[in-house]
């Protein structure tokens, strides 16, 4: 009869592997259409880039920083007048300065760690755990404030041009974070290639701006094509305090240089002189354009205008009216920048994920961070990345205007750390002191700007980015000292033991007698000769179980010469049903002589969720309970019965 039965299944259980495997199938081309087709582990090479795909993936937050760098700095200089925008050439010449002593640094690095891991892996490895969580901390704040701040800001420069989609603000900064999600799910190559137009065509738009106010001003004829706004009249001075915020707020222009030096690993062979021709050219083309833009702003006589006032218009777009006139060329221009700032974030999502698995290498981060996806990434990153950043973004509603000056904050104490870490090693490696005076020069001068940025902004909320680091480094010291516990008690330095091997004690909780318990007892008579059957007797008269076990358990069970398991019947006065079951398993261990006890725990699994609300789930509750007050000798295990599709 039984037998009839298994065989009329069988068209059921064809159907619902044709249907899942269907559903599954669909699902499937659906993910390869977005994410494209998995790749397998020896497929990594494929993976791997050049410098000409390594800069739109590694240097578009650097590079867009020349869109709101200078314009950061001169924004401070409005109550100078004409006389502030005099500075800016100064201001950016030290900030470039700045910039080639830790490009030179970070070559170093490169050739030092070709396996990446930037200022994380250089501080800790020669300064110390502390210092590397510094670091750490430092870069993964900068990261997460990088993607929300790029986004927000391409998405308020297209609002800004297009008022009419300012109440679709937060939902136009989502819809860029899914497209930036989905394109970077793809994996390296595929993005590289994806930013590879707005990035050369933002890098060529400027350099030809500032070509040809340059030709035009060595000329003598540096004449604003169309009319430029009238500069205010001088209301302040330059004092030291105020140079110093000036120079603060040019240093955001620095964010991102440091995102070679971390993926590294990214490149193809070789990857050390892969990764610092990408480095040399992403810093000479934000040398370029920052040093540019500061001679046309002076040349031209371009100050910033009041971003808070009606007459608002940025700094690049009065240069390139000035320059090319307000045609075809200037929308170009300006639309590249728009699409370049709204993609800065995606330095984020290259190294974001990097970094957390070099973390969680050490163990300061979950593992699940270690695990690479269907496309070779490290996707749990990007999940991570993508949540946080959604998070501000929707805290502060798609406009985090207030951020752009923290986050040059985590950046440069990045530099700081790396740099002197940097010195730490080559004096380990006993290489020559030049190179160690220049990562020292390098570590003192990022020093004091880390400083000038935290005093100059800390008024402005770089409280809360020192607030965030030093609750990130809690964080992380507290999963080290999880792992390292779960590390100290799993340990093992002895083979296994066969005097150890003995059968356990089965508890088989029983509930009544049906197709769910038999599978259940089966599995048990397998495992031992051991058997405790338990039945929670909560009415006056026996249960129906305990008048039929004899008849369809033992005397089959005795007739075939097997193990036949005692009914044991538990009373409860008050109702209760798991807390005699958890009870009794809790006797039995103590009393088993350091034998195992093994919980099977029959359930039955439904097709639908809403079925659930049909079932009383005492069978995971039992499961949480022996969990909690369990033992390394009490095992559950699940017996599931699984129900049949309608």
């Not at 390139?320 to 300006?334: D, K």
Request: hydrophobic share 50%; net charge positive; charged share 15%.
């Amino acid at each position: 009869m039984r037998e009839c039965a298994r065989r009329s299944s069988l068209p059921f259980l064809s159907r619902r592997i044709k249907y899942s495997m269907a559903k599954s199938s669909k699902l499937t081309q659906i993910q390869n259409l977005l994410f494209g087709r998995p790749l397998a582990t020896s497929e990594e090479r494929a993976e791997h880039i050049g410098p000409i795909a390594g800069i739109p993936i590694f240097g578009l937050d650097a590079l867009s920083s020349a869109a709101y760098g200078p314009e950061a700095a001169l924004t401070l200089l409005i109550p100078l007048g004409m006389l502030g925008v005099r500075y800016i050439v100064p201001v950016s010449g030290a900030i470039v300065i700045l910039l080639a002593i830790v490009y030179f640094s970070y070559r170093q690095t490169i050739e030092a760690y070709p396996k990446g891991g930037g200022s994380y892996t250089v501080a800790s490895e020669n300064l110390g755990a502390n210092a590397g969580l510094l670091a750490a901390s430092a870069l993964m704040i900068d990261y997460i404030l990088t993607a929300a701040v790029g986004i927000s800001a391409g998405v308020g420069a297209l609002i800004s041009a297009v008022p009419s989609l300012h109440p679709y603000t937060l939902q136009l900064c989502l819809g860029v974070l899914l497209v930036l999600t989905i394109v970077n799910m793809r994996g390296v190559h595929d993005t590289g290639v994806v930013f590879m137009i707005p990035t050369y065509l933002f890098a060529g738009t400027l350099l030809i701006v500032i070509g040809v106010g340059a030709w035009h001003a060595i000329g003598g004829h540096a004449v604003p094509v169309t009319p430029l706004p009238a500069m205010p009249m001088a209301t302040a001075v330059l004092g030291p305090w105020l140079l110093l915020k000036v120079f603060s707020s040019g240093c955001t222009a620095m964010t991102g240089v440091e995102a070679v030096s971390n993926g590294v690993m990214a490149f193809r062979d070789d990857t050390r002189k892969n990764a610092k021709i990408t480095l040399t050219i992403i810093i000479v083309l934000l040398a370029i354009l920052l040093i540019g833009i500061a001679l046309l702003c002076k040349a031209y006589g371009v100050g910033a205008t009041d971003p808070n006032g009606a007459q608002y218009e940025s700094v690049l777009s009065m240069l390139t009216r000035a320059v090319m006139g307000h045609g075809w060329f200037y929308y170009l221009t300006i639309g590249s920048v728009l699409l370049v700032l709204a993609l800065s974030a995606n330095t984020a999502f290259a190294d974001f994920p990097r970094l957390t698995r070099a973390i969680a290498g050490n163990n300061y981060l979950p593992h699940v961070f270690l695990l690479r996806g269907r496309r070779l990434l490290y996707s749990w990153g990007i999940y991570v990345l993508v949540a946080l950043t959604a998070l501000l973004l929707i805290l502060f509603g798609g406009v985090t205007d207030r951020l752009i000056p923290l986050y040059a904050i985590g950046a440069f104490m990045a530099f700081t750390l790396s740099q002197a870490g940097m010195v730490v090693h080559w004096r380990r490696k006993g290489k020559s002191a030049g190179r160690m005076a220049m990562n020292g020069l390098g570590a003192v001068a990022t020093g004091v700007t880390t400083l000038v940025v935290l005093v100059a902004k800390f008024a402005e909320g770089a409280w809360i980015t020192a607030l965030l680091i030093a609750v990130m480094i809690v964080l992380m010291r507290s999963v080290k000292t999880h792992y390292t516990r779960v590390a100290k008690e799993t340990a093992l330095d002895r083979p296994i033991a066969p005097a150890e091997i003995v059968e356990p004690i089965v508890v088989l909780p029983v509930d009544q007698w049906n197709r769910i318990t038999e599978k259940a007892l089966s599995f048990a008579l397998s495992m031992s000769n051991d058997i405790r059957c338990l039945h929670v007797q909560i009415a006056d008269e026996p249960d129906k179980i305990c008048q039929i076990w004899e008849k369809d358990v033992a005397a089959p069970l005795r007739k075939a010469g097997k193990c036949v398991p005692k009914l044991e019947v538990l009373n409860s006065p008050y109702r209760y049903v798991l807390q005699p079951v958890v009870e009794y398993v809790l006797k039995v261990e103590k009393e088993s002589d350091l034998r195992k006890v093994c919980v099977l725990v029959p359930e039955l699994v439904v097709r639908h969720w809403w079925e659930n609300l049909l079932h009383n789930r005492r069978a995971d509750l039992l499961k949480v309970i022996l969990l909690l007050r369990g033992n390394q000798r009490i095992v559950v295990v699940n017996i599931p019965w699984y129900l049949k599709r309608d």
